[in-house]
């Protein structure tokens, strides 16, 4: 099952995450499938390519809660 979550990156206590297609069975910061976008909560930038994101749920990709509510802005 493949799912759109966050990847982090960044140093502590300064997230900077990266939105990812992976399969499941993969760690959070594994090797994903493809990037699809970033988030960085400070400053609460978002860039995400939209068609991607529609051509991986179209393929039957999950995104997790998070995910879900940053598409939706």
Same mark, same amino acid.
């Given at each position: ?28 910061? #594994? ?5 699809? #976008? ?21 393929? #039957?990709?999950?995104?997790? #809660? ?8």
């Amino acid at each position: 099952m493949v799912r759109i979550r966050l990847s982090r990156r960044g140093k502590k206590k300064r997230p900077f995450y990266r939105i990812v297609v992976t399969d499941i069975r993969i760690k959070r910061d #594994g090797a994903p499938i493809e990037q699809i #976008g970033t988030y960085d909560p400070l400053s609460k930038s978002l860039k995400i390519d939209k068609e991607k994101a529609e051509f991986w749920i179209k393929k #039957g990709a999950k995104p997790t #809660g998070t995910v879900l509510s940053l598409l939706k802005k």
